[in-house]
């Protein structure tokens, strides 16, 4: 989920165990596609998504709920810059999706899982222009 101050926005992404993948908002499905089972072997990696936009007064977690917390450098992420990706990947690689005109901030690989997810941070580079997020 990405909090959003209007609350019948509610973007996300759902990957399914049969490998359906969709991204809603307003609860319309925007993106529709087919990836790999989560019920046999997985190979490579799957994009769940990558998220531009976020606000700033979000309340902090209480990191004691849940597995592992990936955390942010105050300014990295706001209203026109900054963007997060997730990706499922099989142990050992490294995700594929990337974007030329941004600097790898963090990146967490959760290895509790089978596959495992990698988020990866993105700020934009010096120049690019930080309103230009293309995936």
Same mark, same amino acid.
Request: charge should be positive; hydrophobic fraction near 35%; proline fraction near 6%.
């Given at each position: ?9 509610? =973007?996300?992404?759902?990957?399914? $165990? ?5 991204? +809603?908002?307003?609860?319309? +499905? ?27 007064? $979000? ?13 942010? =450098?105050?300014?990295? $992420? ?9 990706? $499922? ?11 030329? %005109?941004? +600097? ?18 993105? %700020? ?12």
């Amino acid at each position: 989920m990405v909090p959003r101050a209007e609350r019948d926005w509610t =973007p996300h992404a759902s990957y399914h $165990l049969d490998g359906t993948h969709h991204m +809603k908002s307003y609860g319309q +499905k925007t993106v529709r596609r087919h990836g790999q089972a989560l019920t046999g072997v997985f190979t490579g990696t799957e994009n769940l998504g990558c998220f531009a936009g976020h606000g700033t007064n $979000l309340a902090e977690c209480d990191q004691v709920l849940f597995h592992g917390v990936l955390e942010v =450098p105050i300014g990295v $992420l706001g209203a026109h810059h900054g963007t997060i990706c997730i990706d $499922l990947v099989e142990p050992g690689c490294q995700p594929i999706t990337a974007i030329p %005109s941004h +600097k790898v901030v963090r990146r967490k690989t959760f290895t509790d899982i089978l596959p495992h997810v990698v988020i990866t941070i993105y %700020s934009p580079r010096q120049g690019t222009g930080a309103r230009n997020n293309r995936f």
